[in-house]
């Protein structure tokens, strides 16, 4: 049964297909992420692989609110790397070195890009398709985004 909560049908469509995008970004960043954890190495190891574990268990968070957002608005989340691989705005290039400032240039390139996505995102999920509820959750995320970006960006200072 569709929510009838004041969005068109077809508006709903349209944010579902949007959040499936943004759910495809988030889960191949999350496993980027995880990469990093698993396989910084250098000096720095331990603490890296401590802060590299605590961006991924935000993004858990994220890609489970992404999918429950789709969830409250009467649709299904893709659920497959296939999908997601589709969808996803992110590349999955390899780090040249395991170093963790590598896997921290990787992961900033790859937040800020979710940030542009995101920040591109609100008007239309506002204006065009009259759904302020998910242009605020959307807006909420990069939020998100841009203080881990920021937190990334310190390293490299």
């Not at 994220?62 to 649709?75: S, Y």
């Not at 920040?119 to 995320?141: P, Q, V, W």
């Not at 990069?142 to 390293?155: C, G, T, V, Y």
């Amino acid at each position: 049964m569709e929510p009838a909560i004041g969005i068109k049908s077809e508006h709903l469509q349209s944010v579902s297909h949007a959040l499936n995008t943004i759910l495809a970004d988030e889960f191949v960043l999350y496993a980027k992420t995880r990469g990093a954890h698993w396989n910084v190495e250098g000096p720095d190891f331990h603490s890296m692989h401590e802060y590299f574990e605590s961006i991924y268990h935000e993004l858990e968070d994220i890609i489970d609110e992404v999918a429950e957002r789709m969830r409250v608005l009467g649709h299904y989340a893709s659920a497959t790397l296939h999908e997601y691989s589709k969808l996803t705005h992110l590349t999955e290039d390899p780090v040249e070195a395991n170093t963790s400032m590598d896997y921290i240039k990787a992961m900033l390139g790859d937040h800020e890009a979710i940030i542009i996505h995101l920040r591109e995102s609100i008007h239309y999920f506002n204006d065009e398709l009259r759904d302020a509820g998910t242009a605020d959750f959307i807006t909420a995320l990069m939020q998100k985004h841009e203080k881990i970006a920021w937190m990334l960006r310190s390293h490299l200072k």
